[in-house]
């Protein structure tokens, strides 16, 4: 392998740049050249594609975002804009590709490698929902962010004696809910997962009170098929609590990486490289405990997610 293209894709996650980072500069200490590609599938359609050196990458580790920019694009799932942009890898002698993203993203690698293409995909994305890596690039930095809004919103709501409402991030995996509620002492941790009970959340809230409680933090994910405004309203009439709405959105995106994204990051980026310096087909790299893995690219896509109880349970346990 001579040369390979990197890009990234969907949503962008804390981390993808330490992660652009470790394969340009591993792919030049193995003697490779690296391309990069902006703006995912969209740039590759359109050739915006270039050389980059150790010193492209100089300053990024600590960066949120992505230095290659990134996008969504339907053109590349329509077979003219696929074969513009398989032509684009040809004209520029890419023989092997590093695709940075989520389910969506690789799903377009798996594409591109049924032409003959390896293609290495890195999970990044901070919703944590993919199946077959235990974690993916930016998913801590979310939580540490909605950590860091959690304790603002304490303090504003114990001093009002209010119940709030925050909603997050994490499509149908309730992960980023769950770790940032029993992180951050959430008397309740909604997620998509688990079967909705208005009930059961009215009476614990109702008895903090009864004990003394100030405040209650409800998290609930994205997910789960109720708004953040409709829960809030409901909880207000049947318990008589004021309880407000924060609906964290984006900014659970951006930020500077935490050290485990860049380490994680910087891990799996050099995989991909050994990876492709050896001759590899497709493939997925994610973590499994501590040790960084790699599967068949369409078979890590195909497995199925494993919701693990124990933690809402834990989290359940400890906010009694
Ligand atoms: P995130 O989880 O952050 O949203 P993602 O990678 O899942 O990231 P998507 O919007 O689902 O984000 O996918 C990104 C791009 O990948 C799409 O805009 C499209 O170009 C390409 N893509 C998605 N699914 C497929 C598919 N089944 N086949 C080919 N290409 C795909």
């Known amino acids: 392998m001579k040369r390979i293209g990197i890009l990234t894709s969907g949503g962008d996650s804390p981390g993808m740049n330490a ?15 690296i391309y990069g590609i902006e703006r995912g599938y969209e740039g590759l359609i359109a050739g915006d594609i270039k050389e980059l050196s150790v010193s492209s990458v100089s300053d990024i580790i600590q960066r949120g975002g992505t230095m290659l920019r990134t996008a969504r694009s339907t053109h590349f ?29 690789m799903r ?17 994305t901070i919703d944590n929902d993919l199946a077959y ?26 001093s009002h004696e209010r119940s709030t409402v925050i909603e997050v991030m994490g499509r149908n995996c309730g992960d ?17 997962e688990v079967e909705l009970n208005i009930n059961s959340i009215c009476r614990k809230l109702i ?32 318990t008589g609590l004021e309880t407000k709405v924060v609906v964290l959105a984006y900014i659970q995106r951006g930020g500077t990486p935490t050290g485990r994204d860049r380490m994680l ?17 497709s493939r997925a790299v994610g973590i499994k405990g501590s040790a960084i893995v790699d599967y068949d690219l369409e078979e890590a896509l195909n497995m199925e997610p ?10 359940e346990i400890l906010s009694i």
């Open 265 to 281: 990051a910087s891990r799996m980026g050099y995989r991909a490289v050994e990876l492709l310096r050896d001759g590899n087909d």
């Open 207 to 238: 008895q903090g009170k009864n004990r003394g409680k100030l405040h209650s933090i409800i998290i609930k994910a994205e997910g789960v098929p109720v708004s953040a405004q409709e829960l809030a309203d409901v909880i207000t009439e049947r």
């Open 108 to 124: 377009g690698g798996v594409a591109i490698s049924k032409t003959g293409v390896p293609v290495i995909g890195l999970p990044g």
């Open 77 to 105: 799932m329509e077979p003219e804009g696929f074969k513009r942009a398989m032509d684009m890898l040809e004209n520029f002698e890419i023989e092997g590709l590093v695709v940075i993203g989520g389910d969506g993203s």
């Open 133 to 158: 890596t235990d974690f993916t690039i930016g998913f801590d930095t979310s939580v540490n962010t909605v950590l860091s809004a959690i304790g603002n919103i304490r303090d504003t709501s114990s």
């Open 176 to 192: 980023i809910a769950l770790y940032s509620g029993l992180c951050g002492g959430a008397e309740t941790v909604l997620i998509p």
């Open 19 to 33: 992660a652009i980072r470790a394969v340009v500069r591993g792919s030049i200490y193995n003697k490779m050249e």
């Open 306 to 315: 494993v919701y693990d109880s124990a933690i809402n349970e834990l989290a």
